[in-house]
Structure formats: C-alpha cells, structure tokens
C-alpha cells in the first residue's frame, strides 16, 4: 500500500468544500515517511476539491480543527477578484 492509498481510505467530508483526515492517520503510522503522508494528502485535496475545467491549482487553506487536519481551497484571493470586478 503507498501513502495515497492509505489516506485516501481514511478520508473524510467536512463538507462540501472541506476534507480531512483524523490527526492519527498522519502521526500513528510509522510505515510512511511523513512527507510522503503531507504530499499525498495535497494531491488529493487538489484532485477532490478542484472545480471542474479548472485551469490552476489555487492555494491550499490547510488547518487543524477537532482533532482533525482539514484542507479546503484558499478561494479568498478569488472572491475579493471577482468583487472589484463587479
């Protein structure tokens, strides 16, 4: 089994715009190197959480709520974009 497909197993909605992993899955494994464990989690933020026909990866928000890691896409620079746009 490789990092990805262990988390991937241990994943979990937040909501609709948010996932994460219960803290254990990154510190209580000692079979992964913990970098792979972040990379790994980053691809799939990025390939769970990207809108579709998206041309960029926008920037992770990444933190730590309820014992929980969670990663959601940092729309904030998007939003204030579109609004002096408007």
């Given at each position: ?39 790994a989690?980053v691809?799939?933020a990025?390939?769970?959480l990207?809108p579709p026909?998206?041309?960029?990866r ?8 309820d014992?929980?890691i969670?990663?959601?896409?940092c ?12």
């Open positions: 089994m490789k990092a990805r497909e262990y988390l991937e197993k241990h994943l979990r909605w937040i909501s609709n715009d948010s996932i994460g992993w219960e803290r254990l899955a990154f510190t209580e494994v000692t079979v992964f190197e913990p970098v792979s464990l972040v990379d989690a691809d799939i990025w390939d769970r990207m026909g998206a041309l960029e926008p920037a992770l928000d990444v933190f730590s709520r014992g929980m969670v990663f959601r896409l729309m904030e620079p998007l939003t204030r974009a579109l609004a002096k746009a408007a």
